[in-house]
């Protein structure tokens, strides 16, 4: 269990491939890469992958992924109680900030007006272009894919997102986990140069098959085998022309949100779990017998049935009693206090059993959300990032079909799952006006409106309309 508290060592971290991608640079062609190659940068990110996966088998909750499941009992002999208590900390945590950011559809759209207009071709043109955009947001249900990318990188650290073809011509997306995504790049995980997909097919043997795909600028490269070696299978062209397989990073340390409080985590289950086995294993009293010739088939019937049967021997009283012991719990819930404690601080994550977190509203409320927004600021970006690589990828698929569309015109807007408080923000707007401060600069202040200059053209029809009514009375 100890080995599994650990955090990365350095050969857990997401290696530098720099030598790698000058080696595939002298040797990619139409039929891939030598396979020797492709093995040496499996196994050159097997370490990271190995851990990548263990933090995802904690999240699912799996025996062999959660540390405290894997405890052995101190005593072995008989039939020791070995309570294995879980208290779930590192799943919030991800939970937590997966639908505190994501939990609200991501808004994409196409810029409008005279410079979309002139860099796309025309009103026409951006007709065009802003259903592209819509039809894949819809089609591919971004809000889905946005969700699944924001929790895999919040466990361990990255995703992977896929653009394919499918058979009916539709350009799609797929979220990829972490641990199969290996990307090569000189400068980002965002923008890659080259790209492989490691999957493992359950061994019906004594080793796991692998499924790989290498991706450049223009193939697809399939292999197939085993750890020891790999056989070339075939190519075909993915249609884009850029890699198709991207990473998005959680931070620029590509590490999980909880992996900096999982000793915090583990001790807190062992003290739960050593709590329990002291109430259930009869070890808060010792049971004490003066006077008597008891064997140990005699204690476990004591133990099972709570009651014992005395008969006295000879001239000496007999006795049973009980020695408890002195147990200081206040110790205990002062340790599992402060644990529970620095898990949230340290992990950056609210707690929502905290009774003074309850009565906060406002300034005070976002205060205590200050961390986590921290947090899912540093992921927003990574997504931007990758964003624009997205579109460059799309694009590319897009102009093959005759559709142009500008990447750096299509838009994105973030909405915080965050409890509104619209009675604060109304009279704030109010007083904003009242100051003479510009409509249009406070009503953006309201959280719930997404596009101020819809709103905008919505008072100004409200008002058009209210201008008729008043005139076709006056002219009765």
Partial sequence: MKDDAKNRNYLQIYPDFTNEIREINRSVSKDGIPCELLKKIINKHSYNAAYNKKLYDRYRTIAEGVPIFKRKP??????PINNLINNDYFSEIIDFKT?????EPISYGYSKGKEAEDVTGGAEAVDKATKAVTDFVTLNNMYGIDMEITKFASIYGYAGRLFYIDTDGEIRVMAVPG??????SNTDISEPEYAVRVRK??????????????????????????KGGLVYK?????????????????NKELMGDAEKVLALIDDYDKVTSDNSNELESFVHA????KNLQIDDSEIRRAQHNGAIRVIATGTKEADVSFLTKNINDSFTEHHLERLQENIYRFSKTPNLNDES???????SLKFKLHGLETKCGMFETKMMDAAQYMWKVLCSAWKKKNIYVDPLQITMEFTRNFPLDTLTEAQTVQTLISAGIPQEVAYSQLSFVDD???????????KEDNSVITDEEVDI
């Fill in 74 to 79: 101190v005593f072995e002999d008989g039939r």
């Fill in 99 to 103: 639908g505190y950011f994501a939990g």
């Fill in 179 to 184: 641990y199969e995504t290996i990307i090569l």
């Fill in 201 to 226: 097919i359950l061994p019906e043997k004594q080793q796991s098959q692998l499924i790989i795909e290498f991706y450049d600028d223009t193939f697809i490269h399939y292999y197939e085998g085993y």
């Fill in 234 to 250: 075939k190519s075909e062209p993915h249609l884009f022309d850029y890699c198709p397989l991207q990473g998005i990073a959680n």
């Fill in 286 to 289: 010792y049971m004490v017998f």
């Fill in 357 to 363: 977190f309850g009565s906060a509203s406002g300034v």
């Fill in 452 to 462: 101020v200059d819809y709103v905008m053209e919505m008072l100004k029809n409200e």
